[in-house]
C-alpha cells in the first residue's frame, strides 16, 4: 500500500506501456504483468496524488475498426521498427532493417477481449494490492510507424489527404498523416457507430468521436490521447506547414485554416462529450504552431476540449535541441487551460530499437533537470 501520510509533490503520475510485456494471455500471466508494472514504478507513484496508465495498443486503428465484438481480434504493436513501410519515402528497399519486424518469435493473437480484461486487471491489480485508484488512457496516432494498418491505407487512404483552398496540400514530407478534418468515403463494412457502414463524405472528426463512445466505455478506458500532433497539425513534425512552405509566408487564410482545425474538434467533442483528451502536441513551440499552421490553441482551451496544455517535446532527447524543447515546452505553458501542466520523459522506446535511458541519455538525468527548471518561475519571472 501506498503511504498517504506525507505531500504529494506531483498531480498526477502517467506510467505509458505497451503490450509487449504481456507474451502470455492467461489471466495469471496477465495478473502478474500488471502487478510487476505497478510495483517497479511505486518510489515514484507514491510521489503524486494519482495515477494513470496509458497503453498504447496500436495506432489507433482498432478504434476504427472496432465493431463491437470483443472476440475479434486486434492488429496490435508486437513490431520492432517501421510498420506500413512503403509509406515511408526514406524506405527503399524491402530488406531494410529498419522494417517492421516481430519483437518475439511468437507474439501473442490479442482479442479486444483480451486487451479489456488487461484494462481491467490494470485497474484492479492497483486497487486492491497497492491502494491506488488508476486510470487507463487509450491512444490514437496519426502516422504509419507504430502498426500495420488495412483501415489507414487499404480501406480508407483518403483520410491521409488534406484539402486546403479547393486543392490538397503537401510538403513532400518522408510521409503522411491523417488529416483531421478529413471526409471519408461511403463504406459497407459494419462498425460499432456505424452498423450499416458508413455514408459518403463523413467528417473524421464524427466517425471517430462515435467510435471513441462506444470503443472506451466498453473496454474501461478513462480517457483518449491524441499523439505526435493529431488534431493539430497536418505536419508535426516539420517546421514547414500549411501556411510556410520553407520559402513563402503567407500560404493559407486563417479563417479556414483554423475553421477546419476547429470543426474536428468540434465534431469529435459532439459525439464523445464525456471523456478527457489529451495532447502531445507537435514538436515546435506554440509561436511556430500558430504562424506555420494557425493552430487555435485558445479556442481549444475556452471550449474546454483540452484541460492540459502539450508536455514537452522529445527532441531534447532524441536530436539534443535542447533549445528547441525548452522555448517550445515554455510558450506552452504561458497560457494554462487549467492550473497545472504536465511532464514527459523519453526513458524507454517500445517501437524501435533504440532505447532512449541506454542510447541517447548516457544514462544520465539532463531531460528531467533541464525542462523541470522551468518549474521555478512563476507568473511574475
Not at 498526477?12 to 500471466?29: C, D, G, H, I, Y
Not at 486487471?121 to 496516432?141: N, W
Request: charged share 20%; aromatic share 16%; proline share 7%.
Amino acid at each position: 500500500m501506498i503511504s498517504t501520510k506525507h505531500s504529494h509533490p506531483l498531480q498526477r503520475v502517467t506510467l505509458e506501456m505497451s503490450l509487449k510485456p504481456f507474451k502470455s494471455l492467461q489471466p495469471e500471466a496477465i495478473e502478474a504483468v500488471c502487478t510487476e508494472a505497478i510495483q517497479q514504478w511505486l518510489p515514484l507513484i507514491g510521489l503524486a496524488k494519482s495515477c494513470s496508465v496509458l497503453l498504447w495498443t496500436a495506432d489507433g486503428s482498432e478504434i476504427l475498426l472496432w465493431d463491437g465484438d470483443l472476440q475479434h481480434e486486434i492488429e496490435w504493436a508486437r513490431y520492432i521498427g517501421f510498420a506500413n513501410e512503403t509509406h515511408f519515402d526514406h524506405i527503399k528497399d524491402r530488406h531494410n532493417p529498419t522494417i517492421a519486424r516481430f519483437y518475439t518469435d511468437e507474439p501473442v493473437r490479442m482479442t479486444y477481449g483480451h486487451l479489456k480484461y488487461i484494462v481491467e486487471t490494470l485497474k484492479r491489480i492497483a486497487a486492491q494490492r497497492f491502494g491506488i485508484t488508476m486510470e487507463v488512457g487509450a491512444t490514437f496516432d496519426a502516422g504509419p510507424e507504430f502498426a500495420y494498418s488495412d483501415f489507414k491505407y487499404k480501406l480508407h487512404p483518403e483520410i491521409n489527404r488534406a484539402e486546403l483552398g479547393g486543392q490538397y496540400i503537401s510538403l513532400n514530407a518522408q510521409y503522411t498523416v491523417v488529416c483531421s478534418w478529413s471526409k471519408l468515403h461511403a463504406d459497407q463494412t459494419a462498425y460499432a457507430a456505424y452498423p450499416n457502414g458508413i455514408p459518403e463524405n463523413t467528417p473524421f472528426g464524427e466517425f471517430l468521436g462515435k467510435q471513441c463512445a462506444s470503443f472506451l466505455p466498453a473496454l474501461g478506458f478513462d480517457y483518449i490521447w491524441f499523439s505526435n500532433g493529431f488534431a493539430l497539425s497536418y505536419f508535426p513534425w516539420t517546421y514547414l506547414g500549411a501556411n510556410y512552405d520553407g520559402t513563402q509566408l503567407p500560404l493559407a487564410h486563417y479563417p479556414e485554416l483554423s475553421r477546419k482545425i476547429m470543426s474536428f474538434w468540434d465534431l469529435f467533442k459532439h459525439e464523445c462529450p464525456n471523456y478527457r483528451t489529451e495532447i502531445r502536441g507537435t514538436n515546435f513551440g506554440t509561436g511556430m504552431d500558430l504562424a506555420k499552421d494557425f493552430i487555435p490553441f485558445l479556442e481549444l482551451y475556452e471550449k474546454k476540449y483540452v484541460e492540459f496544455p502539450p508536455p514537452n517535446s522529445p527532441w531534447g532527447a532524441l536530436n539534443y535541441d535542447f533549445g528547441l524543447e525548452m522555448t517550445g515546452y515554455m510558450s506552452r505553458i504561458a497560457v494554462l487551460p487549467g492550473e497545472i501542466f504536465p511532464y514527459r520523459f523519453y526513458a524507454n522506446d517500445p517501437w524501435f530499437w533504440q532505447n532512449p535511458w541506454w542510447d541517447l541519455y548516457d544514462r544520465e538525468p539532463h531531460d528531467i533537470y533541464c525542462p523541470l527548471s522551468v518549474a521555478r518561475v512563476n507568473r511574475s519571472g
